[in-house]
């Protein structure tokens, strides 16, 4: 692929500043059914990139990932769960994981009001509740996305790559 080949070309002019390549920007998330793109194709074109930093061709100090949904790395429904997932997070040298608290109460929008036995609370308090709820949030979807990835004999870092 040009892109890919792109990446490389930049990576090894200038490798005081690329020290990451993602293969793919939520790509595997399902619902995003317009764009997705199944793990064995991301899969592909990791190991591509792997390879190549075993025939000294991209520096081995770069890191391969894919940046995705926590869903998308095993730590939502089991429908995602399939083996070449499994080979994904196995030849990746971490996990991009995106989450958010924020942006996922458009389907859960009592998410961030007031709850009932917050009413009492002063401004300050109200907002500090609800951002407490936001990081309990992503820290459920990072946990999840750990979780999984153990399931399958992989411990890897995992990075959270985007919130909002």
């Known amino acids: 692929a040009p892109e890919i080949e792109e990446a ?5 002019q200038y490798p005081e500043i690329v020290k990451i390549i993602a293969v793919g920007n939520e790509a595997m998330v399902k619902w995003a059914t317009s764009y997705y793109v199944t793990p064995n194709i991301i899969l592909k074109w990791v190991n591509h990139l792997q390879n190549l930093k075993k025939e000294n061709k991209l520096s081995k100090n770069v890191w391969i990932t894919s940046s995705d949904n ?7 429904d089991a429908e995602y769960h399939v ?8 030849s990746v040298d971490y996990i991009s994981m995106h989450t958010y608290p924020m942006h996922d109460t ?3 929008p009592v998410f961030w009001g007031v709850k009932e036995n917050e009413l009492k609370l002063s401004e300050k308090e109200k907002i500090d509740a609800a951002m407490l709820r936001a990081r309990d949030y992503t ?7 750990v979780k999984y990835m153990q399931s399958i004999g992989v411990n890897k870092p995992v990075h959270i790559g985007e919130m909002t």
């Open 8 to 12: 490389v070309r930049l990576t090894n």
């Open 70 to 76: 926590f869903a998308s790395w095993g730590g939502g």
């Open 83 to 90: 083996d070449d997932l499994s080979q994904l997070i196995k």
């Open 106 to 108: 458009h389907y859960n």
């Open 139 to 145: 820290i459920k979807q990072y946990e999840s996305v």
